[in-house]
């Protein structure tokens, strides 16, 4: 069963591939961005915190270096406007001038849905804030572009908006006592797990109406990824080579109803396409049998020096210091 499901993700990839360079690119004329450390390209590093990623061994692997980045090389937003043959969104809060059309990034770093989950490190942009900018930017900025409202709306209609927030609600609110206690502070002994996802997810929804009201059409949102599994969680208790349980069952009661949340906005948000990017069970299963990912990681590498030649590998060279015990890892996988 295992080898099948394999197969059929190395077929995907390969679709996804020919797939998007047969088409006319790009395909959308924008990405705009949303969500935490895992999209953030830069905007905490304007930003009065310590949750920045402006050193090393952040960006080692990426082309410019250094990018503020929380990794060695691209995010998958990255990713996502290289197959829409777009460029990189830039952080929002790195422009200055004009604002460019093929859209912003807007994600930040230690914040999440809940404008109760701020940093402890700082100051960042929740998920309310994120959609304030966005909101100003479609209002003062982008309508000197188009020659009317009709065409504005028809380029944010077409755009992709790409979303991944929630990690941060349980990191820095539920999971874990504040260091300051504070009466809007959501812990579980007022909240049981299923109640908390409950809220959260509510919270979310109002998020995506009031993006969609703002022009929004097409949203991406993915699911908060195995928590258990990350280094603060698996250190804690003490695991080695496997990941939390419990942590992961709290975190999967929000997942759970996920699907249905986005499927009734679809149905009552005419014109709507809400779609859930189901990351939370590849990111378990990578960490947890690295064996099957590296299969999947040859079809896109090989995918990739297709198409833009064998001189393109040496980006992926690792600087991290060898003590660190990670290049090795990732160059098997790779070479595999």
């Not at 990191?171 to 504070?182: D, F, K, M, T, V």
């Not at 022009?215 to 003490?238: D, N, Q, S, V």
């Amino acid at each position: 069963m295992r080898r099948n499901l394999i197969s059929l993700n190395v077929f995907l990839v390969a679709f996804l591939h020919i797939f998007l360079l047969i088409h006319s690119k790009p395909l959308v004329p924008a990405l705009y961005v949303f969500g935490d450390s895992l999209f953030d390209s830069g905007n905490n590093n304007l930003l009065p915190t310590v949750a920045k990623a402006n050193y090393p061994p952040y960006g080692q692997n990426f082309v410019e270096h250094f990018t503020s980045r929380f990794t060695n090389g691209r995010t998958l937003p990255d990713f996502i406007a290289e197959f829409l043959d777009l460029p990189y969104p830039p952080p929002y809060l790195s422009i200055h001038e004009s604002v460019k059309l093929t859209g912003l990034n807007y994600a930040s770093s230690a914040c999440g849905i809940l404008p109760e989950t701020r940093s402890r490190f700082g100051k960042c942009f929740s998920l309310d804030d994120q959609i304030d900018l966005f909101r100003w930017t479609i209002e003062s900025k982008v309508p000197s572009h188009f020659k009317s409202s009709n065409e504005r709306s028809n380029y944010l209609a077409k755009s992709i908006f790409i979303l991944t927030v929630g990690s941060n609600d349980y990191i820095q609110n539920y999971l874990e006592p504040p260091l300051l206690s504070r009466s809007q502070d959501y812990d579980r002994q007022d909240y049981d797990p299923q109640t908390f996802a409950q809220l959260l997810m509510d919270a979310l929804s109002k998020h995506f109406e009031r993006l969609y009201r703002l022009g929004a059409r097409k949203i991406i949102m993915f699911e908060i990824a195995p928590l258990g599994c990350i280094p603060h969680y698996t250190r804690k208790y003490e695991l080695k080579g496997k990941c939390h349980h419990e942590t992961n069952q709290i975190v999967s009661y929000f997942n759970n109803i996920f699907h249905a949340t986005l499927k009734n906005l679809t149905s009552t948000l005419q014109g709507s396409m809400f779609i859930l990017a189901r990351i939370n069970s590849l990111v378990h299963d990578s960490i947890t049998n690295p064996s099957n990912m590296a299969i999947l990681m040859q079809a896109i590498h090989v995918a990739q020096l297709g198409e833009m030649g064998p001189h393109h590998a040496s980006h992926g060279r690792c600087h991290v210091p060898p003590q660190m015990n990670i290049c090795s890892g990732m160059v098997t996988i790779i070479q595999k």
